[in-house]
Structure formats: structure tokens, C-alpha cells
């Protein structure tokens, strides 16, 4: 007997001693739990506007880390009665509930209950593979002890709400209570929390969202164990018990639509850092201004939609039938086929009355839509039905009818559909280029593309202003008398001839540069070019980032023949507000990491030499170690000159349409090209620049020169953007001078003369005499002045 005790001793020491090296060596193999010191939450990418409202976010994983001292008590203790009610009695492992586990396996003969504490399934999300196995249950045991020897209770519990799984991609109780509920942690209602706090047992499967009947249950389970544990009182269990689930999916709020720029940035992160991008929990705060970012994105789907309007409805996106039978959940259930379009929202036609049509809504809801939002599209429909224009509303659409609609700015419905026509606004700050609004298009979910920095388009007369600008470096000035006259141009390359025309196939004869541009007058272009120099015009314009490649070497380039995307032109009209400065455009201002601090400024130039970082910092408020200047492709007295050739447009010339914002800072230019396929217009003032742009992908003809198509966008915003701004007119350089001249000869002015108007001129270029105006020139016949130029015809 006494050596069976021996041997039974023996064996259980040899067991325990062989446990104990089992748990030694599985200890060396486990991993430190030192590391949750500096823990990276895996949190998403987010976007924000220059003032701090979000944009956008990306990345699978929704989190909003949170400190323990920020979480509701009431929330603490639901996660304690429910999942490890003696979390704060325990060392990492509660050994009676791990006893109950054993218990329950040995009798069932399943696992059921794990019996895992709070810290152990800390420990199983943090470092282990959710496979349920029995040597992962041991490493739970052993992590759990050592990080309860590491880490205080309060923070494992803040680590341990931080990074729980609780469904619909939510990771920790902050996202969690964003996700279902859309409110702050310290929002949420008792019932509200027992939600979140039964989520761990199964989230994918008894979240509200997935299962609300699954998720009742649970919550009553959380508020049980609540009332077991003296968390709540009988009254409190009552009301939370008795209340409805009010859970529904909530996206992250976003405050200000710039989907394109937070493509943008998106792809710039992702190019640096790859998939950790999405998990750093880095926040992007972009240049763009939040109420500019608004107004460019309106401006643009307005005058996309009033384009629309101006040029036809092309009917009804499709027909339902309507019995007696059909519900409006029917009604719904159809709608939700139909996607949203921008601002557009579908709908379908309950009713069509003598003087409105009634709506019901994709998103619920019932409008009316009255005749004053319906007639812009008798004539289409009139011709296509009846063959006369209607004169009410149920003769324009008919109940049954799938349709857009859209809300005006009153408050009142209009019929609407998305438009075929494209467009895009960029706005920069011509002080060191920073992007303060960009819209690539009407509807970035429908096409990415993003037209203001993608698409190359010939800008038509949007491209004189370089034009005029080379000829005025080559000893032109604003007075210089050109030639309205035909012109006949022989092609070389094509054997043929070519005869430019102006738009509105009338000649001035003898013209002042400074009324060539403000007319925009083609064949004034041309001659311009020809004495400027085709070769000499190229390399001129490739000083405003112009890419040589897309510019043809013939004379037509005076009428815009080359190819320029929209963020290209407005750089390049910035060189004229600021002075002769080429600033390189950027969107990211600053970036910061997850604990908010900066890890990345941007590094501009800036339109000044030498720099004064005290004037910098009204608009760059970073500390830099240097302040580099741009560098200056023009004299500060061309730009001037421009300068005040741009503002004359606007005052008297294509764009008069912008004289309603009543500032005298502001200049620009319009540009339609051949066939008038592209409407531009490009300008500002010392402090904002803007180019807006409309046409259609196929090239078609928009139909309207661009102060109708193009115009009145860059207007809307531009009111916007300069509303309650000082005056910013650039002040005249040295070397220049004002001078009185005669308006027909360009020349100095009688003194008794009443029509002289002022110009400016270089000091060494002022006119010395007045002389007679020269008769109209007949028809002329040339040929291209460079060697080797060659015309595109069109």
C-alpha cells in the first residue's frame, strides 16, 4: 500500500512538474504584453476641411478610441454583470467561473460557457486567433495573468472597450454607439447600452440591426444581471426594459460634400502608406474651406441642372402600375432600384392634378410638385405626346411615373433629371496655391472621374490671356494697334487654306490689344501670335506649367487648340493675381496621428521674394524653418498689365455677367471653343482664383457661348467666396506709368480730347506723338512666320 502512495505521489509530482515545463516554455512563446502600452488601434482614414468639418472616411474597421474616464459608469457595469462580474475581485482568471467550463464539459460534453474574464478575452482580441481550442484557452490563462501583473483594472477595461468586436464593423463601445445609435457614449439611454453591452456573445448575429428580436432578448439578459448586481434600480429596469429598440445603421456624418477631394487625398495616403492608411487612424485636414468647398459644389449642380433645363427633358426614368391593390410599401419597394443622383432624389407620381403632381419619395415622404416646377419641360414632352405644349401638370407627367426631383432653394419641388453635361469648379489661393474648393463633377458615385484634375479640354479663348501676356514681354503693349481684319492662312502641311473667323463674323479693323482681349477678338489673336512668334509663344506659355506636348505649333493655339485640364488653367491664372509667382497647387494642409499630434505639414511656395513670414502667417499659420518663394516666370509689371486687362473684361467686354458681384478687384476671362464643344471661364482677385468648366464627353456642341454656359457657376461661387472681403486690387509697380490716350490710334491723347481714356504703359514704351488711325486693311493672304509651323484646321 505504502509503495502504490509512493508510486501515485511520484507520478502526480512527475504530471505537475511536467505541467509546469509545459507552461514555462508555452510562457517564452507567448508575446509580451508590454506591447499594449503603445497599442495601435486599428482606426480609420479621415478627411477633414481646412476649419475641421469631416469630409469622408475610409477604412473597414469603425472605431472612436475613448479614454475609461469618458465612458458612461452605467456602461462599465453592464459589460461587468454580463460578461465578468467579479472582474475587479479576480487576478485575470475567475477560476470558480473556469471550474463551472470544466464542470459543464465533463457533464455536456460540449464546451458551452468558456468561462473567459474581461482580461482574457482581452487578451484572446489582442494576440491570439479566435479558434476555439484548449491551447488557446491556456494562452488565454497565461496572457490574462501576465497583463493583470502589467496593467491596472481601469486599464484593462478601457483597452478592453476600446477593442471588443461589437458588429456592423464596429470596434469598441464609441463606434459602437455611432454605428447603431448615431449619438456620443455619454448620449446613450440605460437600454441603449445593455444593447451594446450583450454584443460580445454574438455580434454578427444578435446585433439590433441583423436580428432586433435576437438583440431584445440579449438586452433583457443585460438588464437582468444589472438588477441581480444592484447596478440599476427596479424602476430603471423597467422603463429600459420596456423600451423599443430604437437601433438603425448610422454612417459617419458627413458635414461638407467634397467626395472628389477626398478621393484625392485617399489616394495620396494610400500611395505612401499603403492598407495602413485605412487602420493608422491618421486625419487629414485639407486646404479647403468648408463654405467655399459648399458653395463650389451648389454652384456647380445649379448650372449643371440649368443647362439641363435650358436644353430639354428627355423623359420619365420608367413606368409603374398603379391599381388599387399597390401599397406604398410597393411603391418603395420599386424606388429603392433607383439610385440617388447628387441632389436629385427619385420618386413616383401618386396623383397628377389640374395645377400640382403628388410625389412620394424614394426615402419616404410625399412632395407636390406645382406647374412653376414642371412647364421647363412641356415642350419636350408636349411634342412627344401630343404634339402641342400642355398647359397643366397631369398633361406633363402621369401617375405611375418614376421621375428625379430636386428642392430649390425656396423650398419648393421641381421635376429634375441628372444632367448630361459635365463640369467641374477649382478655386486656388494664388499665395501659395493651396486648393480652396474643388468639385470634379455633378455626381462623384456615378462617375470618379475627377474632371477638374483629369480632364484635358481645349480651352478656347480662356488661353489668350498667355497670348496677350507673351506678346506684351515681346514689346507689344496695351495700346499696340492690331488688325481686325480677314485672314487667309496657307497650310503647308494640308495644302489648303484656312480662314479664322470671329464669332460673330463681323471686323473691327484697327483695334487696341487691350479691346482684342476684352472682345475676345479671334483674328487679333492670330496676329498677335504671328508677331509675337509661334516658338517664342510656346516656350512663353511653358512657364505656367503648360505641357509643350499638348500645344500645337501653328497659329491656331492663339484660338485655344491645346490641352489644359482645369487645375492647370487656374494655376495659371493665379500667376496673374499674384504677381508673376508659378505656385505648385496642394490640398493637404496638415496630417496628424491618432493621439491628434502633427506628423506632416505641408511645404508650399509662396508668391514673395524676399518672404515676409509674418504676412505669411495671416494665411499659412504653421511654423516653417524656411519660407521658399515661388519661382517668378513674368515681371510684376506684365501681371500688372494683365492684371488690368482681365478686370476691363469683366467691366466691358465677354464677361460682363460678372460686373453683378459690384467689385472692381475682380478680373477673368471666358473661353468657347470651335463648335463651342467647351465653355471656360478663369479669374479672381489678389486672393482667390477660380476656373469653372462645361462640356460633354463626347464632344458635342454645348449649344452656348460660355458666358451663358460657363459664367454664371464661377458667379455663384465667386459671391460666395468674396462675400464680406475687402477690396484686393494690386498695386501698380515701378517702371510703369498712366497715360491719357486716344482710344482709336492708341496713342497720347489731345488735351481737349473728351473720349481719351487712360493706359499703362512701360515707362520707356510711352507714345511720343499722335497720329491718324490707319484705314481698314483689305483681306490678307500669309503664311505662318516660324520655320517650321503648321496649322491645325477646325
Given at each position: 500500500m505504502l509503495r502504490l502512495f509512493t508510486l501515485s505521489l511520484n507520478l502526480g509530482l512527475l504530471i505537475a512538474f511536467g505541467i509546469i515545463i509545459v507552461i514555462i516554455y508555452m510562457s517564452d512563446q507567448l508575446p509580451s504584453v508590454d506591447t499594449l502600452r503603445d497599442v495601435q488601434l486599428q482606426t480609420p482614414l479621415r478627411v477633414y476641411t481646412s476649419d475641421g468639418k469631416l469630409i469622408s472616411q475610409f477604412g473597414e474597421k469603425r472605431r472612436l478610441p475613448v479614454e475609461y474616464k469618458n465612458v458612461p459608469p452605467d456602461l462599465i457595469k453592464a459589460f461587468?454583470?454580463?460578461?465578468?462580474?467579479?472582474?475587479?475581485?479576480?487576478?485575470?482568471?475567475?477560476?470558480?467561473?473556469?471550474?463551472?467550463?470544466?464542470?459543464?464539459?465533463?457533464?455536456?460534453?460540449?464546451?458551452?460557457?468558456?468561462?473567459?474574464?474581461?482580461?482574457?478575452?482581452?487578451?484572446?482580441?489582442?494576440?491570439?486567433?479566435?479558434?476555439?481550442?484548449?491551447?488557446r484557452k491556456v494562452n488565454e490563462i497565461l496572457l490574462a495573468l501576465q497583463i493583470e501583473n502589467e496593467f491596472d483594472k481601469d486599464q484593462i477595461m478601457e483597452l478592453y472597450l476600446n477593442k471588443i468586436y461589437l458588429g456592423q464593423r464596429a470596434y469598441g463601445v464609441a463606434a459602437a454607439a455611432q454605428v447603431y445609435y448615431g449619438k456620443d457614449l455619454d448620449e446613450l439611454t440605460l437600454a441603449q447600452m445593455a444593447i451594446i453591452a450583450g454584443l460580445p456573445k454574438a455580434p454578427s448575429n444578435i446585433n439590433p440591426i441583423r436580428n432586433p428580436e435576437a438583440a431584445l432578448e440579449r438586452r433583457k439578459h443585460v438588464l437582468d444581471r444589472m438588477l441581480q448586481q444592484d447596478y440599476i434600480t427596479p424602476e430603471q429596469y423597467e422603463e429600459a426594459v420596456n423600451a423599443p429598440i430604437t437601433a438603425s445603421y448610422h454612417v459617419p456624418e458627413v458635414e461638407v460634400r467634397a467626395p472628389y477631394v477626398a478621393e484625392m487625398v485617399r489616394q495620396k495616403l494610400f500611395e505612401q502608406l499603403g492598407d495602413d492608411a485605412y487602420t493608422m487612424g491618421i486625419k487629414v485636414y485639407t486646404t479647403v474651406d468648408s463654405k467655399l468647398q459648399t458653395a463650389a459644389t451648389r454652384a456647380l449642380e445649379d448650372n449643371l441642372l440649368a443647362y439641363d433645363r435650358r436644353h430639354g427633358y428627355r423623359g420619365i426614368i420608367s413606368d409603374i402600375t398603379i391599381t388599387e391593390e399597390t401599397t406604398e410599401e410597393d411603391l418603395l419597394s420599386e424606388l429603392?432600384?433607383?439610385?440617388?443622383?447628387?441632389?436629385?432624389?427619385?420618386?413616383?407620381?401618386?396623383?397628377?392634378?389640374?395645377?400640382?403632381?403628388?410625389?412620394?419619395?424614394?426615402?419616404?415622404?410625399?412632395?407636390?410638385?406645382?406647374?412653376?416646377?414642371l412647364s421647363w419641360a412641356k415642350k419636350d414632352l408636349g411634342n412627344l405626346r401630343y404634339g402641342h405644349h400642355p398647359k397643366y401638370p397631369s398633361e406633363v407627367l402621369k401617375k405611375g411615373n418614376v421621375i428625379y426631383v430636386a428642392q430649390r432653394n425656396n423650398g419648393t419641388w421641381t421635376l429634375a433629371q441628372p444632367p448630361a453635361v459635365k463640369g467641374a469648379l477649382v478655386a486656388l489661393r494664388p499665395q501659395d496655391g493651396a486648393i480652396m474648393a474643388l468639385a470634379g463633377g455633378f455626381d462623384f458615385y456615378e462617375n470618379n472621374f475627377n474632371l477638374a484634375v483629369q480632364a484635358q479640354r481645349q480651352p478656347g479663348s480662356n488661353f489668350k490671356p498667355f497670348i496677350?501676356?507673351?506678346?506684351?514681354?515681346?514689346?507689344?503693349?496695351?495700346?499696340?494697334?492690331?488688325?481686325?481684319?480677314?485672314?487667309?492662312i496657307e497650310d503647308p502641311s494640308e495644302e489648303a487654306l484656312w480662314r479664322?473667323?470671329?464669332?460673330?463674323?463681323?471686323?473691327?479693323?484697327?483695334?487696341?490689344?487691350?479691346?482684342?482681349?476684352?472682345?475676345?477678338?479671334?483674328?487679333?489673336?492670330?496676329?498677335?501670335?504671328?508677331?509675337t512668334g509661334i516658338k517664342n509663344t510656346i516656350d512663353y506659355a511653358k512657364r505656367f506649367g503648360f505641357d509643350k506636348s499638348t500645344m500645337p505649333n501653328g497659329l491656331s493655339l492663339a484660338l485655344g487648340t491645346s490641352l489644359v485640364t482645369p487645375l492647370e488653367l487656374v494655376r495659371a491664372?493665379?500667376?496673374?493675381?499674384?504677381?508673376?509667382?508659378?505656385?505648385?497647387?496642394?490640398?493637404?494642409?496638415?496630417?496628424?496621428?491618432?493621439?491628434?499630434?502633427?506628423?506632416?505639414?505641408a511645404l508650399p511656395t509662396f508668391?514673395?521674394?524676399?518672404?515676409?513670414?509674418?504676412?505669411?502667417?495671416?494665411?499659412?499659420?504653421?511654423?516653417?524653418?524656411?519660407?521658399?518663394?515661388?519661382?517668378?516666370?513674368?515681371?510684376?509689371?506684365?501681371?500688372?498689365?494683365m492684371n488690368s486687362l482681365l478686370r476691363d473684361v469683366i467691366k466691358r467686354g465677354t464677361g460682363r455677367a460678372a460686373s453683378s458681384l459690384e467689385r472692381d478687384d475682380i478680373g477673368g476671362k471666358t473661353g468657347t471653343t470651335n463648335e463651342q464643344k467647351d465653355g471656360w471661364f478663369s479669374g479672381g482677385n489678389r486672393d482667390i482664383v477660380a476656373t469653372t468648366w462645361i462640356g460633354f464627353d463626347n464632344h458635342q456642341p454645348l449649344g452656348e457661348y460660355a458666358a451663358k454656359s460657363a459664367l454664371p457657376t464661377w458667379v455663384d461661387f465667386m459671391r460666395v467666396a468674396l462675400d464680406g472681403k475687402p477690396e484686393s486690387i494690386m498695386a501698380q509697380p515701378s517702371g510703369l506709368v498712366s497715360v491719357r490716350i486716344d482710344p482709336k490710334t492708341?496713342?497720347?491723347?489731345?488735351?481737349?480730347?473728351?473720349?481719351?481714356?487712360?493706359?499703362?504703359?512701360?515707362?520707356?514704351?510711352?507714345?511720343?506723338?499722335?497720329?491718324?488711325a490707319p484705314h481698314m486693311a483689305q483681306e490678307e493672304t500669309r503664311t505662318p512666320t516660324d520655320e517650321n509651323a503648321s496649322e491645325t484646321l477646325f
Open positions: 461587468i454583470a454580463t460578461e465578468d462580474r467579479r472582474f475587479y475581485e479576480h487576478s485575470g482568471v475567475d477560476f470558480r467561473g473556469l471550474a463551472r467550463a470544466v464542470h459543464h464539459v465533463a457533464t455536456e460534453g460540449n464546451r458551452g460557457q468558456g468561462g473567459s474574464t474581461i482580461t482574457m478575452q482581452l487578451a484572446r482580441n489582442m494576440f491570439l486567433s479566435p479558434q476555439k481550442t484548449y491551447i429603392r432600384s433607383v439610385r440617388n443622383a447628387a441632389v436629385l432624389q427619385p420618386g413616383v407620381v401618386t396623383a397628377d392634378n389640374d395645377k400640382d403632381v403628388d410625389v412620394l419619395l424614394k426615402e419616404g415622404g410625399y412632395i407636390s410638385i406645382p406647374w412653376s416646377g496677350y501676356s507673351a506678346a506684351l514681354e515681346h514689346g507689344f503693349t496695351p495700346a499696340t494697334l492690331v488688325n481686325d481684319a480677314p485672314i487667309v479664322p473667323q470671329n464669332d460673330n463674323q463681323r471686323f473691327l479693323g484697327p483695334t487696341r490689344l487691350r479691346m482684342g482681349l476684352v472682345r475676345s477678338r479671334n483674328l487679333i489673336s492670330i496676329r498677335v501670335l504671328e508677331a491664372y493665379a500667376v496673374f493675381s499674384n504677381g508673376g509667382f508659378l505656385v505648385e497647387p496642394y490640398i493637404i494642409d496638415y496630417v496628424t496621428d491618432d493621439d491628434n499630434e502633427i506628423i506632416e505639414v508668391a514673395c521674394a524676399p518672404c515676409d513670414p509674418a504676412e505669411i502667417k495671416q494665411y499659412f499659420p504653421h511654423e516653417l524653418e524656411a519660407y521658399h518663394s515661388a519661382n517668378r516666370i513674368i515681371t510684376e509689371q506684365n501681371a500688372y498689365m492708341g496713342l497720347l491723347a489731345r488735351s481737349d480730347q473728351t473720349d481719351a481714356e487712360f493706359e499703362i504703359f512701360r515707362i520707356e514704351n510711352v507714345p511720343q506723338e499722335r497720329a491718324p
